[in-house]
């Protein structure tokens, strides 16, 4: 029986540029190590999620580990409070939030605050609120994100989020996706709440420095992904494996924490693109010897297409492919390489543009595809995968099924 790991690159998958004459950020790129990979092992294709939902990273991820999300999505607040560590109980409603800048009438002009870099000082002010009976607790995630957790009784998930996901127009009022007397509460409880937030954040010292300082605002709680913790067998359950995340954002640490994966922390690994990649892989490589399972997350290149950064999502892409040469002489493992869904750079969000997938490993013989990339996988012997499809691949391939 071989050790699997999964490197999943976050948005990886991309579309053609006129930048680089015709050809994907990855295509551009100079990928000698992943190409190698890829020509030594088997490619193909994959949507994690169904092509007509939008594939949100946590859906993605969720449904690469082998979960049916009719089944056991969560939604995406729960994953999120359980990677910065909160321990949610049973009742509690959470959500994902981004601190966002809204001007003197209201209006959003930046829904992360200029990227700022860390929140920790401003959710201080906002964790432990008492609203109608309720506490809420806001706790910093990475860069500009946070989470709100409201605890108290009658509660319900069933609630719209506040952000409109655009610049140029107000927040959206929270309301209530059901007649339930509950989901109707808890969507009065989120408006008062981000309205006392926003006041607070308004006369926050540091957003006084900032403003000094010609800096965006850290003023307004966005929120969204309203969820309640679910049942989830974890990975030793449901495949026998031992297994061990490694990644630098919250969400990532998250999903693989609710799936059961231990949590290693590796210095310089920080889900932005200064991530200390080669360090993430080096560690992954050590954690294969305790270890059947090892899932690495790479955010980057997600974040550069979203920011519609052709340039800086190639130049990622070449910062992983440098790092993967730890992965050349791996023994007794099966190797996996994709992403969880596209971000092309043109669009600067998520598409259902399918992503390459590369599996290479002792016993594994390469095929005629010798390139790492959207298009030359397609002619892959994998063929066309679902997210769901991967895990048994891999566990075949492993000799453990
Ligand atoms: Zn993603």
Redesign the pocket.
């Known amino acids: 029986m071989q050790k699997i790991l999964l490197v999943?690159c976050?948005?990886l998958g991309d579309r053609p540029t006129k930048k680089f004459g015709g050809k994907t950020p990855l295509e551009a790129a100079k990928t000698k190590n992943l190409d190698r990979l890829a020509a030594n092992g088997l490619t193909g294709t994959m949507n994690a999620v169904d092509r007509k939902l939008y594939?949100?990273?946590?859906k993605?991820?969720l449904s690469i580990f082998g979960y049916p999300l009719g089944k056991y999505y969560c939604g995406r607040g729960p994953i999120e409070a359980a990677g910065i560590g909160l321990k949610l109980r049973k009742g509690d409603i959470a959500l994902r939030a981004n601190i966002a800048t809204v001007d003197q009438k209201g209006i959003i002009v930046d829904r992360r605050a200029g990227r700022i870099e860390s929140v920790q000082k401003f959710v201080k002010k906002l964790d432990g609120i008492k609203i109608n009976g309720t506490r809420i607790f806001v706790k910093a995630g990475t860069g500009y994100r946070a989470v709100v957790v409201v605890r108290g009784k009658g509660l319900s998930e069933k609630v719209t989020q506040n952000d409109p996901k655009k610049i140029g127009v107000k927040p959206l009022k929270f309301m209530a996706e059901n007649s339930s007397g509950n989901a109707e509460r808890t969507a009065e409880i989120l408006n008062a709440f981000t309205e006392r937030a926003h006041e607070i954040l308004l006369m926050h010292p540091e957003n006084l420095k900032r403003k000094k300082l010609g800096l965006l605002e850290a003023n307004y709680l966005l929120c969204r992904g309203a969820g309640k913790v679910k049942y989830i067998p974890g990975f030793k359950k449901k495949y026998g494996l031992k297994a061990t995340v490694i990644a630098g954002a919250g969400m990532y640490k998250g999903i693989a924490k609710i799936v059961g994966m231990k949590v290693l922390k590796v210095k310089g690994a920080t889900g932005l693109p200064n991530t200390n990649v080669k360090a993430k892989f080096l560690a992954a490589k050590k954690a294969l010897k305790k270890f059947d399972f090892v899932f690495v997350h790479v955010?980057a290149a997600?974040s550069f297409g979203e920011d519609g950064n052709a340039e800086g999502k190639k130049k990622f892409i070449e910062k992983i492919d440098r790092a993967a040469k730890e992965f050349l002489d791996l023994k007794n493992t099966v190797i996996a390489v994709t992403?969880?869904?596209s971000?092309p750079c043109e669009l600067k969000k998520?598409s259902s543009d399918a992503v390459p997938v590369l599996v290479a490993g002792q016993g594994i013989k390469g095929g005629q595809v010798k390139e790492f990339s959207e298009r030359a996988c397609r002619k892959g012997t994998l063929g066309h995968l679902s997210g769901l499809q991967l895990m048994p691949k891999l566990l075949r391939l492993s000799g453990r099924r």
């Open positions: 999943i976050d948005g594939p949100d990273s946590d993605a991820h955010k997600d992403a969880d869904h971000t998520h």
